[in-house]
């Protein structure tokens, strides 16, 4: 499975973006995914996952309320609408895949992972 992400970009804060998780090689309808960040001189973090179909969803304190994880399985591809964007939201944001069908927060859980796409928040 190859995965590469898009939509990234520089915007201000309070602003949105949408970014793409792009799988071929293989379908992803029956893998949980996830979303993960890296912000510069940090760790990799947890921010979205979900399940297989959707049903089962999880998200970082952080960005609860303002960030939305979705996927359509006949486009392959899963998506994270971005809302009231923050500065502290700078990063390389990751979508990761994984076998198994339930999401997890812990990036060990997952066997594939894209490239990354920059996101930059600032004024």
């Known amino acids: 499975v190859q995965l590469v992400e898009s939509g990234g970009g520089l915007l201000q804060p309070g602003g949105s973006l949408r970014l793409s998780c792009a799988a071929s090689g293989h379908s992803i309808s029956s893998y949980a995914m996830g979303w993960f960040r890296q912000a510069p001189g940090k760790e990799r973090e947890f921010v979205a996952a979900?399940?297989?179909?959707?049903?089962?969803?999880y998200y970082a304190d952080s960005v609860k309320g303002r960030f939305t994880i979705s996927r359509d399985n006949s486009k392959n591809t899963m998506y994270l609408q971005m809302n009231s964007l923050a500065p502290e939201d700078t990063a390389v944001y990751y979508c990761?895949?994984?076998?198994?069908?339930?999401?997890?927060?812990?990036?060990?859980?997952?066997?594939?992972w894209g490239q990354g796409t920059q996101v930059t928040v600032s004024s």
């Open positions: 979900m399940s297989w179909n959707g049903d089962t969803r």
């Open positions: 990761a895949a994984t076998y198994y069908s339930l999401p997890s927060s812990q990036s060990d859980s997952y066997h594939y």
